[in-house]
């Protein structure tokens, strides 16, 4: 019996028991579907943080802080046990967080380092409060961009930073609060920021609204305002008042430009000398890599109870193509008594459990990709709204591809036993069952 033959055969024989085989193919099917289903999930949600990376910052940045490590030997502000005070920290833009400043003397050693094409200081600026007209006042804390972010923006534009005009793009959250009917009326007013000095001097400072962000997962903003360089300029030296220029310049973390067509194991290479050099060097990378771990930890715990329930299919795989071989026993007997070899008859009793795989899985995956899309669908306009360009549920055609030959490995893996019982058996034996 030729290949053709063979599989043309596989497949009639396969409904000779229909309700049989499609209680097997609904097993597989529930299976498919779920790993289809968990699938997506992950594969939306990353794909989300992938197109939302730009809200990060630029793949050739990194952000370099000073290595902030106590005399208990405990590094980094999330060290459970008490750090001693130290003059020389300050706010890294985080409530009960601080880090170890960076100083000019810091910024000149890090444009020395080799393999640092530039190096941008990045300033703390912690203003009191934000107010339009005569209205309530507001706490709000500042956000910045460096080259290479982008925000979220619900309409306007980002503040430029070129001009020497004091441009502020507000949160979605603070249109309403601060008196504003809606985002685009937000657009072109003025606010007014508070601020204190050094010597407990409060200062006020106006600026115009040029846009209104969105929140985002990786919005570099998120509830804070935006700011352009010239209010940024105008605040610090607000904030600064009273400080001598040693201890006004004084720097949370920079930003250091490296080659953007770095290897990972040169990227890996300069880390280790910012680290030689007292620095800890933090790629979009790293930021990120918390955050896919997390998700595809999930994903992962969701597809094993997929792969629990294809598991459950295989035994019925097994039960199917037992009775099957039980049944046709003569049959064989006969194939092989007209010169059909045992390996043939071992391929073609796979054929059919790879087959029964093949149904569950496609009906699994078809059926769970429009669930999926559907689901995605109303999520995006409802409970996700708020999360724009958010497809929760996606799909790519290379994980579905992959999904469903999985099945059918396991299907056919399934019909070795049964297959296998089939290729052994007699010819004249086979003959005689009754």
């Known amino acids: 019996m030729k290949t053709p033959d063979l599989i043309h055969s596989a497949i009639s024989n ?41 809200g990060i910052g630029a793949s050739d940045a990194m952000t370099v802080t000073k290595t902030n490590k106590d005399a208990t030997g405990n590094t980094g502000p999330n060290s459970s046990k008490p750090r001693k005070y130290d003059p020389n920290a300050v706010s890294n833009g985080i409530p009960g967080q601080t880090v170890l400043a960076l100083t000019p003397d810091d910024i000149n050693t890090l444009k020395r380092i080799d393999g640092i094409r530039s190096v941008d200081a990045i300033r703390t600026i912690t203003p009191d409060y934000i107010q339009a007209d005569d209205g309530p006042q507001f706490v709000a804390s ?32 603070y249109v309403k609060p601060l008196g504003f009917d809606t985002n685009k009326d937000a657009i072109g007013q003025t606010i007014t920021i508070g601020i204190t000095d050094a010597e407990r001097h409060p200062h006020t400072i106006d600026a115009t609204v040029v846009g209104v962000t969105e929140e985002a997962l990786a919005s570099p903003t998120g509830s804070s305002i935006l700011i352009n360089n010239a209010l940024s300029d105008a605040l610090f030296t607000s904030q600064t008042t009273g400080l001598t220029p040693e201890q006004a310049d004084r720097y949370a973390s920079a930003t250091v430009w490296f080659n953007p067509d770095a290897t990972d194991k040169q990227i890996h290479a300069l880390k280790d000398r910012l680290t030689d050099k007292g620095f800890t060097g933090t790629t979009i990378a790293d930021q990120l890599g918390m955050i896919t771990t997390v998700i595809d930890g999930i994903v992962l715990v969701l597809n ?56 569950g899985s496609a009906i699994g995956a078809g059926i769970a990709m429009l669930a999926g899309s559907a689901i995605s669908g109303v999520l995006s306009a409802g409970l996700l709204a708020d999360l724009p ?44 069952y009754e």
């Open 389 to 432: 360009g958010l497809t929760l549920i996606a799909f790519h055609p290379a994980s579905i591809a992959t999904i469903i030959v999985l099945v059918m490995l396991i299907a056919f893996l399934a019909g070795t036993l049964p297959a296998a019982r089939a290729a052994r058996k007699d010819p004249v034996d086979a003959l005689r």
């Open 14 to 54: 396969t409904f000779r028991s229909k309700t049989r085989t499609i209680l097997t193919i609904l097993a597989i099917f529930v299976g498919a579907f779920t790993l289809t289903l968990t699938s997506g999930l992950g594969t939306g949600i990353n794909q989300y943080i992938d197109n939302t990376v730009s």
């Open 142 to 173: 500042v956000g910045s961009l460096i080259p290479g972010q982008t925000a979220v923006l619900a309409t306007g534009s980002e503040p430029d930073p070129k001009t020497t005009d004091l441009q502020v793009a507000l949160p979605v959250a």
């Open 304 to 359: 094993a109870f997929a792969i629990i329930a294809l598991l459950a299919a295989a035994f019925g795989i097994v039960n199917t193509l037992y009775m099957s071989v039980q049944e046709r026993t003569r049959e064989i007997g006969l194939m092989k008594a007209m010169g059909m070899g045992s390996g043939r008859v071992f391929t073609l009793f796979s054929l059919e459990a790879a087959f029964l795989g093949l149904l």
